[in-house]
């Protein structure tokens, strides 16, 4: 049984949402390089749209850790100096949300709940989409419980395992999850 994928038509709320997740973990140095992740993600926009787009993020061009200058954006909550993202940047704040807020996991075939201290679930919720594990399909938060949902039928386990290793260690795990 294959996964079956129906996509609303991109709105441009959407469309923000993926170009900001794709400056987060991409060191995109152009439009055109921005436009060919977008495209590879099945959303084509013009090269006029996308410069829109980055003005109303409030994107603009930093040197990155290669040294090269690359679009960022400005950085969650009221810190408005533009960030330059890397994978490793926000597994490292996951692994130190883990340590500071999981309280358990538990898994059933390709589910995985996570309990948190009350009002802690969406912000932890958000930390867990914003590193972009391809194995995640998604995360649904409430106060204190995220139910977390995995691509393969048996993935709840191991994912269950590897955000607790990262609660007991406040590390990241390397070519763990991906």
């Known amino acids: 049984m294959s996964a079956v994928t129906h ?11 993926r170009v900001v997740g794709l400056l987060g973990t991409h060191q995109v140095r152009s439009q055109a ?10 959303l084509h926009v013009t090269q006029g749209t996308l410069s829109r ?3 109303e993020l409030g994107a603009s ?8 200058l690359v679009y960022a954006v400005p950085g969650d909550g009221g810190d408005r100096t533009p960030f330059v993202g890397e994978f490793a940047t926000f597994e490292n704040r996951l692994a ?19 309990r948190t201290p009350p ?16 194995s995640v399909l998604g995360t649904i938060a409430g106060d204190d419980t995220i139910l ?19 609660s007991e260690t406040g590390k ?7």
């Open 33 to 42: 390089e921005l436009a060919e992740l977008l495209a590879a993600e099945g």
């Open 148 to 166: 977390l949902i995995t691509r393969s039928p048996g993935g709840g386990e191991q994912l269950a395992r590897d955000l607790m290793q990262m």
């Open 61 to 68: 061009r930093v040197r990155g850790t290669s040294g090269h």
């Open 96 to 114: 130190r949300l883990c340590q500071e807020v999981l309280v358990s996991a538990e898994s059933s075939a390709n589910l995985v709940v996570l």
């Open 172 to 178: 990241p795990l390397t070519g763990r999850v991906e």
């Open 119 to 134: 009002g802690a679930a969406q912000y932890f919720a958000s930390a867990i989409d914003r590193v972009g594990w391809g």
């Open 53 to 55: 787009d980055l003005v």
């Open 7 to 17: 996509a609303a038509p991109p709105t441009k709320t959407a469309r923000h949402a």
